[in-house]
């Protein structure tokens, strides 16, 4: 089984278009969206959900009215202020720190898992999708990412798949980590601007350093043919492979909107250049 991810360093790359197409053009394998913050891979693959999961994740303290006799030592040791003055928890506030139950004398707090999120197994029509969603303000959406990249390989493996194709989160920190380790192959997605360019080499920094072969697709690269040079060139330097440049077609806006990937809605240029993105992902 093969694990390709797809990155950007920032949002609005053309990413999930991207990611979509390859849904598309793939046979045998599982997707993942890993954008557990905004998920949006759902829509463009009309998912329809087969499997809905909890996921707990964090603890919050809750206080037992009855058992509690307010003698005000928990309120007294929260460092965090999340106990009012009634002897109710704010869980926004509480930190999980687990001090007020240790401290209280009659044992009336106890510690909770928090719900977190969701995950799910969906079907769609280019075969079954992991996605999932964070609760707002929750933070650990790395734990969520690695939870459903595993159910991804569960489901591939249980299928005998040969791909397991993962949406990424954008930028740079721990969902990304999470979405980058151990897969055999990073496909970045840039754009030609500076920031573009600049959040590719962020994120090609954090491949490498999890020792994932890196390849790079510049999208929309007729829109600045200057900084499209800049980027291969630096991809020349440092002996990445730009396996595809993707031109600008309002083509991708109208597929969306009429709820397609867009291999499916035209047979433009754009189609085979993806076609020929997926043959080379699928040989690296
Ligand atoms: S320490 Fe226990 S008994 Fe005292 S106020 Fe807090 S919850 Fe109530
Ligand atoms: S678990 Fe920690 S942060 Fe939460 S209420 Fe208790 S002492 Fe405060």
Not at 106 to 117: Q, T, W
Request: charged share 25%; glycine share 8%; with cysteine.
């Amino acid at each position: 089984m093969k694990q390709i991810v797809v990155i950007s360093g920032k949002g609005g790359t053309g990413k999930t278009v991207i990611t979509a197409s390859l849904a598309a053009l793939a046979r045998n394998k599982v997707m993942v969206d890993c954008d557990v913050d905004a998920a949006d891979l759902h829509l463009l693959l009309r998912a329809t959900i087969r499997e809905r999961h909890e996921f707990r994740s964090g603890k919050t303290a809750l206080i037992d009215r009855e058992l509690c006799t307010r003698c005000g030592k928990c309120r007294d040791i929260c460092r965090f202020n999340a106990i009012t003055p009634d002897y109710t928890v704010e869980s926004f506030s509480c930190e999980g720190c687990a001090l007020c139950s240790y401290i209280c004398p009659v044992k009336a707090i106890r510690m909770e898992e928090n719900l977190a999120g969701e995950w799910f197994i969906s079907e769609t029509r280019h075969g079954p999708f992991v996605h999932a969603k964070l609760g707002i303000a929750e933070e650990n959406s790395g734990k969520l990412v690695a939870k459903v990249r595993q159910a991804a390989r569960d489901l591939a493996k249980k299928n005998n798949l040969d791909y397991v194709i993962i949406d990424g989160p954008p930028g740079i920190g721990c969902p990304v980590i999470a979405s980058l380790t151990g897969v055999d192959q990073a496909l970045i997605v840039t754009e030609p601007t500076l920031s573009g360019l600049h959040d590719a080499k962020r994120v090609i920094d954090v491949a490498r350093h999890f020792n994932v072969s890196v390849s790079l697709v510049i999208n929309k690269y007729d829109l600045n043919p200057e900084m499209t040079g800049q980027i291969e060139n630096y991809c020349k330097e440092e002996r990445i492979p730009v396996i595809g440049k993707i031109a600008f077609d309002k083509a991708v806006v109208e597929a969306m909107v009429a709820g397609k990937t867009i291999v499916e809605y035209s047979d433009s240029a754009i189609k085979s250049e993806l076609i020929k993105i997926w043959e080379q992902l699928k040989e690296g």
